[in-house]
Nanobody
Framework: QVQLVESGGGLVQPGGSLRLSCTAS????????AQWYRQVSGKERELVAT???????SYADFVKGRFTISRDNAKNTVYLQTTSLKPEDTAVYYC??????????WGKGTLVTVSS
């Protein structure tokens, strides 16, 4: 059974930083792509960042230069380092891992609140 557990969310002031983590079990993580999404209540979930098996990365325009996605295959973990946070970054952040066979798995999310 594949499980994804996110952590690292919380309350941070504008301009602050957080590092989100997502640890996977029950899957060959090193063969999987991983993504971070976010969702504000009442809105569609939106893609934030992607990291491939080969560690290629891509970002949504609204986080470029502020967020960094990375992975540690030895720890089965994908990270999202967020910096220069803005109130509009407030959302539930979800981790998605896509297996070698194209099957997606989702975590339950971690809440990031950016407020003074």
């Amino acid at each position: 059974q594949v499980q994804l557990v996110e952590s690292g969310g919380g309350l941070v002031q504008p301009g602050g930083s957080l590092r989100l983590s997502c640890t996977a079990s029950g899957i060959i993580f090193s063969s999987s792509a991983a993504q971070w999404y976010r969702q504000v209540s009442g809105k569609e979930r939106e893609l934030v960042a992607t990291i491939t098996r080969g560690e290629g990365t891509s970002y949504a325009d609204f986080v470029k230069g502020r967020f960094t996605i990375s992975r540690d295959n030895a720890k089965n973990t994908v990270y999202l380092q967020t910096t220069s946070l803005k109130p509009e970054d407030t959302a539930v952040y979800y981790c998605k891992v896509i297996s070698l066979y194209g099957i997606p798995y989702w975590g339950k999310g971690t809440l990031v609140t950016v407020s003074s």
